[in-house]
């Protein structure tokens, strides 16, 4: 575990108390709930006739969407978040589980959703599926594919949404192995690794590696992308000491950020650097109990994002003509639903097994130290 630096003054033992207030009483549950809508918004243009192009933030920038920005968000309050809970954790084992217990359940039921009740009703063959292939796209947190679902629509997929998921997981067992190699205490060798993937980010470079098990190249440009964004995040936090929080700041970086969104080249890195310190600002300094209650009890934001899609494109599958401003109402409001039931019967339940286990785990340690003694 990392042990944040303070000076022994009081001055700077009065700072360090004051940043973990403000860190404790946030509204980063409210932010990413945000980003999911953000995400439904994009799609609910795009899935109707396939063309990007007339999405609201690609029309006005010509470089990313509201789609991409939502992505990009998710990721940077997943490195800052996922820091903090590698720091805070036990051990190695620790962790793994933390983390498998906030992906994998509520993935593994909307997947199986996806497969056995959507595919069947929009023209899915499930009889070319077997278990073991089922069973290989969970594990490696592939999306689901079922030969014939949604044939002859745009973007044909059972859930586009969810190739992200894996990316998602990889850069936490980026950040353990970031952390074992001791480069989360060496913060200058984050931050030089943080850049260099920002920068062949930003120039599109895309490197190929050919995996003989799969028989076909591995492309890594959006391991690239989310391992930079990740990153940010990750540096904010361990930064997080070091950063003065002010509106000023604030407005000046988004003044920088909407400039450099028109740069098909810096857009992305803008979004990460200076689009960063706005929603951490955003985050830290803006006080509202509304906007900090929300995630706080009930987390919806993921089962928002696993669901948005297949509903989307069930309404434009039922209804062509449907407008996009239709779908995205009736898409935030039926997935709310979705993700509420997400949260209470499948994502808390298993989150709370970090609660059981913690506590056994004291209460082992505990008994050993009686006994030593």
Known sequence: MIAVTTRESGKYRLLFMKNQVLRT??????LRLFFAILVILSHSQEL???????????????????????????????????????????SVIDYLF???????????VAFLLCVLTVSPF????????????????????????VRGAFAGTPHPELNGSMWTIA????CYLLLLAMGLAGFLSKRV???????????????????SVWLPWWGSYEHYE???????????????????????????????????????????ILAETAVAILGGYVLFWFAFTVRSPILACIGRKVDLSYGVYLYAWPVQKLLLWQDSGISPWQVFIATTVITSLFAFGSWWLVEK?????????SRRSDLRERLRTTVSQ
């Open 25 to 30: 009483s946030n509204n980063l549950g409210a």
């Open 48 to 90: 109707i006739d396939g063309n990007r192009s007339r999405e609201i933030l690609t029309r006005t920038f010509g470089t990313l969407s509201f789609g991409d920005l939502g992505v990009d968000g998710f990721f940077l309050i997943s490195g800052y978040l996922v820091t903090k809970s590698f720091l805070e954790s036990r």
């Open 98 to 108: 933390k983390r498998t217990l906030r992906i994998y359940p509520g993935y593994m």
């Open 122 to 145: 929009v023209g899915g063959n499930i009889s070319s599926l077997s278990i073991t292939t089922i069973s290989k796209d969970i594990i490696l947190l592939h999306p689901p594919e």
């Open 167 to 170: 990316h998602e997981f990889r």
């Open 189 to 207: 060798i984050l931050v030089i690794l943080t850049a260099s993937a920002l920068a062949l980010s930003a120039i599109h470079g895309n490197i």
């Open 222 to 264: 959006n391991h690239i992308r989310f391992a930079a964004i990740f990153g940010c995040g990750s540096l904010y936090y361990l930064y997080q000491d070091n950063i003065r929080y002010d509106w000023q700041f604030a407005v000046l970086f988004g003044c920088g950020l909407i400039a450099l969104m028109y740069s098909p």
């Open 349 to 357: 339940p298993f989150l709370n097994l970090k609660v059981v286990l």
